[in-house]
């Protein structure tokens, strides 16, 4: 259980363009889900957290008009990279927690989108 | 939100018993030690969570002293396929929207 889906898992696109990654939690519903960026060799760094049915909370640094979240349904919140550059090339992973079965519940990760750009 | 410090890197043997030690010397009341395995490229994957003194499971142990100022992970017999990247989070598991925060982790290699 407690199963958390990324779509897609890879993608390469050139400047400019727009790119949506997809985080759904397959068997459980999630209110909250948080989005991490990792670069080559170092941690997972937070970027925002994204609420059910209001605004997403950016971690400081972060430009919400350049990472765009929407979290329309309790079991999928989205991540959209506005014109991309090479710069925004990176391992973006989402994670939920299974609040249904209570408290004190891990946060579950998805594996990963690797965004590559041109 | 506690910070927590590990060890860079580990290196074993396979067989051999690793313990990796995480300090968190400002972890508050409510929090919760949880570990974290990475593989390259691929999402964490949670390995165990613990609040005091000791949890097992089908793939970890984790010792947490009275204190609870450190905690140790450790995995009984490795294998070459535990070659993996471990991170040890504190945090609010009340706390709904309780996100976490990644430390440096600790690159564990396994050889043969």
């Known amino acids: 259980g407690a199963v958390v889906s990324q779509h897609p898992s890879w993608v390469i696109c050139k400047s400019g363009t727009s790119v949506k990654i997809e985080c759904r939690s397959l068997d459980f519903q999630a209110t909250t889900m948080f989005w991490y960026r990792q670069f080559p060799k170092q941690s997972l760094m937070l970027m925002a957290t994204?609420?059910?049915?209001?605004?997403?909370?950016?971690e400081q640094g972060v430009e919400k008009d350049k990472f765009l979240i929407n979290h329309a349904s309790l079991t999928l919140s989205t991540l959209t990279v506005t014109s991309a550059h090479p710069e925004d090339s990176s391992f973006y992973i989402c994670?939920?927690?299974?609040?249904?079965?209570?408290?004190?519940?891990?946060?579950?990760f998805g594996d990963g989108t690797r965004l590559s750009i041109l | 939100l506690a910070k927590t410090t590990q060890p860079i890197s580990m290196d074993s043997y396979e067989g051999q018993e690793v313990n990796i030690t995480c300090s968190h010397n400002n972890i508050a009341t409510n929090d919760y030690i949880t570990w974290y395995q990475q593989f390259p490229s691929q999402g964490p994957r949670f390995i165990i969570q613990g609040y005091k003194t000791k949890v097992t499971n089908e793939v970890a142990s984790l010792f947490i002293p009275a204190d609870r100022k450190s905690s140790t992970l450790s995995l009984p017999r490795v294998s070459l396929s535990d070659t993996a990247v471990y991170y040890c989070?504190?945090?609010?598991?009340?706390?709904?929207?309780?996100?976490?925060?990644f430390g440096g982790g600790t690159r564990l290699m396994v050889k043969p």
């Open positions: 994204s609420n059910e049915g209001s605004k997403a909370t950016y």
């Open positions: 994670s939920a927690r299974d609040r249904g079965k209570g408290n004190n519940q891990p946060q579950h």
């Open positions: 989070l504190v945090g609010d598991m009340n706390n709904a929207g309780n996100m976490l925060t």
